[in-house]
């Protein structure tokens, strides 16, 4: 017998799921939010500016795991025999020559800038623009494998933006490290900043890493963008590596913290789509849809089918990113639950500043009333936006309120909402804002076709895609595509299980482990062909109007 962990950092709570490597059942899972986040401390909105402390991080990861391990027989902690990572990204940080984040050490504790740079923050923009210009203009285009267009949600974009914006944290950074780079360091007593072991999911995604390159892009392409990167690549990586790697193994602090031995096998980190996609039994050329507060859409090809084909305007492919052995395409959307998230928010403004003045119930009703109101908004407004049919409310919605990631990256756009009348109601803009979400995901798709990806099929993962019908029979339509559901409530930790499993030596591949640990799929929905034609019309719409609003063309 033996177990693996799969460890699962999201936006707002990471979890652990542990694992049965034989047949891949889940045994127990754990989940922990992150409190300093979930305060909202050092976070920005109205600038874009959302960061989080390490310390978050580390809490959730002792938490979670503990947690774990108390829930099963006492003999199976023991029988651990791998861990295996996924965060956000890109979610850099800056640390010190030992790989500690500033945040960390004394003096830098609530400075959001020695803090981690949450994939969301979109304090770069400026600086994004500078390094697209001169990828542009050099004699090498770094950023021909990242789609061709550098994101102000990436690695490069937020360090110049942190070394010009902060001082102290320019001269006390040593170098810079991704979330899914510094856990497995973490966990295996890591001290030297030039030992670890960086993803290569993250590197080639998001860092403008590639092979052809030797690694990363020239000093002198650094130097020329900004004198502060002098330098800088000395400090920090050539080689990358896969997921299927060892990165080493548990440092004896934590075994001893989390109740395992010393024998467990920690993988290379990755982010949490490209392993929530193994987790999805994703398939060459089936695009893998995780579905959250935001979305990335993950698809892979035989590298020898891809051979020299570059896709514009998409989050990079990666020779391994995903699966070892196949190139790993990324793209998606920078809002999606986040758009419905932000509608009840604003729906929910009156109900909690109003009923917490009332005079008319208790204190403790007052918050278990707003509670249960503000749950039920979304299910309420699916159920009645459900009964309007598609074409008929007039409104047309852009999702862009986080800025667009894919296809063509720019997160300086802005969301809108146009045909209102005074019959627009809550559950018809509620529906146009699904629709908007899902015209999105058509552009992506759309993209991948017109630049000679064949999209043979589409797999729906995450809490969105488990938990709303609504949503997912509004994507199938839009898209005129079946969209396959994958079983498990946890497709990212369970990938990452399958990614510990596979370190650890219990798998030759990750194919492997997939085929032996997956859940499979529950749901399946079809598109009603009754409304393609509709949606087809009202796709041209939100295309007119998206170019309306990025390029003021009438």
């Excluded at 995604?205 to 392409?221: D, I, Q, T, V, Y």
């Excluded at 509670?371 to 409104?395: C, M, W």
């Excluded at 146009?418 to 629709?435: C, H, M, T, Y």
């Amino acid at each position: 017998m033996s177990f693996v962990i799969g460890l699962d950092y999201g936006t707002d709570s990471v979890r652990a799921l542990l694992v049965d490597t034989r047949t891949g059942k889940e045994l127990a899972s754990s989940l922990f939010n992150y409190p300093r986040w979930k305060n909202g401390e050092y976070c920005l909105p109205d600038k874009n500016q959302f960061r989080q402390h390490p310390l978050d991080y580390l809490d959730g990861l002792e938490w979670t795991i503990t947690e774990v391990l108390n829930s099963v027989p006492a003999d199976i902690p023991a029988q651990v025999k791998g861990i295996a990572i996924d965060t956000t990204g890109s979610t850099p940080i800056a640390v010190d020559k030992t790989g500690t984040p500033l945040a960390m050490t004394p003096g830098f504790e609530e400075n959001p800038n020695a803090m981690f740079i949450l994939w969301k923050d979109h304090t770069a923009i400026k600086e994004a623009a500078e390094i697209n210009a001169i990828c542009k203009h050099w004699a090498i285009d770094y950023s021909k494998y990242s789609g061709g267009i550098y994101s102000s949600e990436w690695f490069w974009a937020k360090i110049l933006h942190t070394l010009r914006a902060d001082k102290l944290v320019r001269e006390a950074a040593y170098s810079w490290v991704e979330h899914c780079d510094w856990i497995p360091y973490l966990l295996t007593g890591g001290s030297d900043i030039h030992t670890m072991k960086r993803s290569r999911c993250a590197a080639g995604h998001k860092a403008l890493w590639h092979s052809e390159f030797g690694g990363l892009p020239s000093n002198a392409f650094f130097a020329a963008l900004d004198p502060l990167l002098e330098g800088i690549t000395d400090r920090l990586y050539t080689s990358t590596y896969t997921s299927d790697t060892p990165a080493g193994y548990l440092s004896a602090e934590w075994a001893e913290r989390l109740g395992l031995t010393e024998e467990v096998v920690i993988a290379v980190g990755a982010f949490d789509a490209h392993m929530g996609a193994v987790g999805g039994q994703i398939e060459p050329y089936y695009l893998s849809k995780v579905m959250g507060t935001s979305t990335c859409d993950m698809l892979v090809a035989p590298s020898v089918e891809i051979g020299n084909k570059l896709v514009s305007g998409i989050c990079g492919q990666v020779d391994g990113s995903i699966i070892p052995g196949m190139v790993g395409l990324e793209a998606g959307q920078s809002a999606f639950g986040d758009v419905y998230a932000w509608f009840k928010d604003l729906l929910s403004w009156p109900i909690n500043e109003i009923i917490q003045e009332s005079d008319l119930i208790k204190p403790h009703q007052k918050e278990e009333l707003i509670e249960e109101v503000v749950e039920k908004i979304i299910p309420s407004l699916s159920e009645a936006a459900k009964k309007i049919d598609p074409g008929t409310s007039g409104i047309i919605a852009l999702d862009w309120l986080n800025g667009r990631r894919t296809p063509d990256a720019n997160q300086a756009l802005k969301g809108a909402i146009l045909g209102l009348n005074l019959g627009s109601d809550a559950p018809k803009i509620f529906r146009a804002l699904v629709e908007a979400t899902c015209f999105g995901a058509r552009k992506i798709v759309d993209r991948f076709q017109n630049e000679g990806i064949p999209i043979n099929g589409i797999i729906g993962l995450g809490g969105v895609a488990k938990k709303s019908p609504f949503i997912m029979q509004i994507m199938a339509d839009v898209l005129n595509r079946p969209i396959k559901i994958a079983r498990s409530e946890q497709t990212c930790a369970l990938g990452a299980a399958m990614f510990a499993a596979t370190a650890a030596g219990l798998y030759d591949n990750v194919s492997m482990a997939m085929q032996k640990m997956g859940a499979g799929f529950d749901a399946e929905y079809l598109p009603n062909e009754s409304f393609t034609t509709v949606y087809n019309q009202l796709y041209e719409a939100y295309s007119k109007y998206g170019e309306m609003v990025e390029f003021g063309t009438p």
